[in-house]
């Protein structure tokens, strides 16, 4: 991975790059936006998906060129794309779009939490995964501000707030504020050369993010969201007159970690902060398991077909 942290001048603005899975006019992007712009620290760039990508994961758009339009958002340079949150980051980063390539990506803040196996799914997380491809330090921001509440719950809670934006604008002010002494440490670390270069972060903020409990470092869990699927019609209710069929994932439960995790933390009121990288690392026993198991297999199919010898 080529290293960009070494060409970025000390004595300049940092330049962040905003992206996300939400889309273009998302809360969590806009706040974020607005708040690193109040602090005229930073030098802002956006990049974001025109529409919602939630849980599109790392797909990327190959066939169709991207569609990139010019939006008005104050004082920052913005795009809006007809891509994916990974496509988002990958042009956002390119030199194509923007002049320079920016010193960090952000991509957040999500709506709701994107801890343990979430981060696999997560449009968020994959957009900083794919910034830390490119070799341009990235952190994937998520809020989790539904923690709690049903998916009943959750639901209704959207429809209401579609008539009122007041309290939600609000709350994500006071997240992306949360965010600035990490962002700001970040960037003064990249700008003195001394910021790591093996991985990249994915932090997530509490439900009561005003008064959360600080800043810990945590390991990925294994926390996750369980699903069922139910079979619906066209009006949302059960048939078997429709010539096709219908299906629609519905939440059915919760994983959640025992030990001591990144949702785990979470949910003990502290603002996560979560190394991650690209390899992955199986169970120790799985490793043992295969490397016993495949000698023992090609030996069998040896033995009953020479022509493999």
Not at 1 to 18: F, P, R, W
């Amino acid at each position: 991975m080529e290293n960009l942290i070494d060409s970025k001048s000390k004595g300049e603005k940092g330049t962040i790059l905003v992206t996300n899975d939400d889309g273009i006019q998302a809360p969590g992007l806009n706040a974020l936006v607005s708040v690193l712009v109040s602090t005229h620290r930073f030098n802002v760039l956006v990049c974001a998906p025109q529409l919602e990508m939630s849980a599109v994961s790392h797909s990327i758009t190959w066939r169709q060129p991207l569609r990139v339009e010019k939006v008005e958002m104050d004082g920052a340079t913005a795009f809006k794309a007809s891509g994916t949150p990974a496509d988002c980051a990958s042009l956002g980063v390119s030199s194509v779009l923007f002049p320079s390539v920016p010193d960090l990506v952000i991509s957040g803040i999500n709506q709701g939490s994107n801890c343990g196996y979430h981060t696999v799914y997560s449009g968020t997380t994959a957009a900083a995964r794919e910034a830390f491809l490119n070799g341009v330090p990235a952190i994937s921001i998520s809020y989790d501000r539904y923690g709690g509440l049903s998916f009943e719950e959750f639901e209704k809670m959207l429809r209401v707030e579609a008539g009122s934006k007041t309290k939600m604008n609000y709350e994500y002010e006071a997240a992306a504020k949360a965010c600035l002494p990490i962002l700001s440490g970040i960037i003064a670390e990249i700008k003195n050369n001394t910021y790591p270069q093996g991985c990249f972060l994915n932090m997530d903020l509490p439900k009561d993010v005003a008064n959360h409990k600080g800043y810990k470092v945590t390991k990925q869990g294994k926390s996750m969201m369980k699903t069922r699927w139910k079979q619906i019609t066209s009006n949302g209710q059960p048939s078997e007159i429709e010539h096709h069929l219908l299906f629609r994932r519905q939440l059915s439960g919760f994983q959640v970690d025992i030990d001591d995790s990144d949702h785990k933390s979470l949910q003990e009121g502290y603002t996560s902060i979560t190394p991650l990288g690209i390899l992955t690392h199986p169970d120790k026993d799985c490793k043992a398991y295969f490397e016993d198991w495949l000698p023992n297999l090609i030996q069998q199919h040896q033995s009953h077909n020479p022509l493999l010898d």
